[in-house]
Each structure stands twice: as structure tokens, then as C-alpha cells.
T-cell receptor, first 113, second 116 residues
């Protein structure tokens, strides 16, 4: 079975400051990893995904994430946040093949002007 | 290119009433998903279709929930009768290919259901 843990339910950060949203996963097999963003009253939008290859993945809106197999982590980072980044961020994992995607409980990023 | 369309966006009903949600996936996407997102939680898969076939409905509460995807395009999700605990956001997603590294799920805006 696979699972995802997002330990931080809320992360406040000042505008233009850096941010890191943490994600840890567990799986007995190789995985694909995803970060989604959900703006208020909207569906989820894919930010980035790790499939294989380089462990540093760059996504949209200036976000990036680093896959660390030894620590089973896939933390999301942005060097300088904007007010518009205020949203909820979900980490997700899927084992290879046709397994379902399992989502974490989400982290609400609140950017303070 | 139009995204995943869902309707209605909001629905308020009394318990024991029936309710239905509709989803139109991105054109050409053969795989369709229904998720339920409870408050403060991530989405949880209810059912996955590949064309007309429900290939994973293990998490669908079959005593009150039903879904169909006639002609392999649009889909409806029904709850009858609704219970208080069904209050949640119901998300529809679609993808071009099922599974594999090329699968990317595109989500609709969701239907927010409140059962009173």
C-alpha cells in the first residue's frame, strides 16, 4: 500500500520570502510523485511531477521539488512567493502501472503581504 | 481547449433526497475519475472508467452511490438517498492514457454538495 504524509496543515509566509512544503511518502515499489495546487473553489491543477531521471523537478509558477529516495521525501520549494500563490497544495503518489493516485491531506499556503 | 466541465457547481439538498452530478471530460480523454474530497482532506478515488468500463470501483459505496459513463464520454455520479456524511466536494478528472508515466489527470472545478 502507498501513503502520503503532509505534516504541515498550514504554512504562513511573507511575500517574497522562500517557502518549502514538506511531503513524505511510503511505498513498497517505485513511485511517481506529484504536486497539485488548488485555488479556492477550483479543481486541482498539476504543478509538477517526478517520473524518473533527474531528482530535481521544475514546475509551473516557479515551483520546484526534489525527490529524495533515501528519505522518501518530495518537498516543494519556491525561492520567492507571491500573494497569488496563496492556495492549498497537495502531494500525491502513485505506484507504477495502473495503481490509483493517493493524495495527502494538503497544506494551505498563506502568503502575507 | 476546454477543460473538464462539471455541473452543478453547488448543490444543497435535504438528507434522504437523491442527487446527481455530471461531468464532461476533456475531448479525447478515455479515462475518467470521480473523487470525493472531504473538508480538510485530499481527494479520494471513488471510481475510475476506461471508456465505458468501470475498472476500479472498489471505493464506491455501492449501497447508495452509482455511476455511469454511457458512450465513453460524459459521466454521471448519483447518490440515493443522500446522508449528512456525503457533504463534500465531488471532483471529476480525466486523462489521455490510463496509468504509466504519461498519465496526467486534469481536474474539473468540482461540485460542492451540502446535505442538510
Amino acid at each position: 500500500a502507498q501513503s502520503v504524509t503532509q505534516l504541515d496543515s498550514q504554512v504562513p509566509v511573507f511575500e517574497e520570502a522562500p517557502v518549502e512544503l514538506r511531503c513524505n511518502y511510503s511505498s513498497s515499489v517505485s513511485v511517481y510523485l506529484f504536486w497539485y495546487v488548488q485555488y479556492p473553489n477550483q479543481g486541482l491543477q498539476l504543478l509538477l511531477k517526478y517520473l524518473s531521471g533527474s531528482t530535481l523537478v521544475k514546475g509551473i509558477n516557479g515551483f520546484e521539488a526534489e525527490f529524495n529516495k533515501s528519505q522518501t521525501s518530495f518537498h516543494l520549494r519556491k525561492p520567492s512567493v507571491h500573494i497569488s500563490d496563496t492556495a492549498e497544495y497537495f502531494c500525491a503518489v502513485r505506484a507504477g502501472g495502473y495503481q490509483k493516485v493517493t493524495f495527502g491531506t494538503g497544506t494551505k499556503l498563506q502568503v502575507i503581504p | 481547449e476546454a477543460g473538464v466541465v462539471q455541473s452543478p457547481r453547488y448543490k444543497i439538498i435535504e438528507k434522504k433526497q437523491p442527487v446527481a452530478f455530471w461531468c464532461n471530460p476533456i475531448s479525447g480523454h478515455n479515462t475518467l475519475y470521480w473523487y470525493r474530497q472531504n473538508l480538510g482532506q485530499g481527494p479520494e478515488l471513488l471510481i475510475r472508467y476506461e471508456n465505458e468500463e468501470a475498472v476500479d470501483d472498489s471505493q464506491l459505496p455501492k449501497d447508495r452511490f452509482s455511476a455511469e459513463r454511457l458512450k465513453g464520454v460524459d459521466s454521471t455520479l448519483k447518490i440515493q438517498p443522500a446522508e449528512l456524511g456525503d457533504s463534500a466536494v465531488y471532483l471529476c478528472a480525466s486523462s489521455l492514457v490510463p496509468g504509466g508515466e504519461y498519465e496526467t489527470q486534469y481536474f474539473g472545478p468540482g461540485t460542492r454538495l451540502l446535505v442538510l
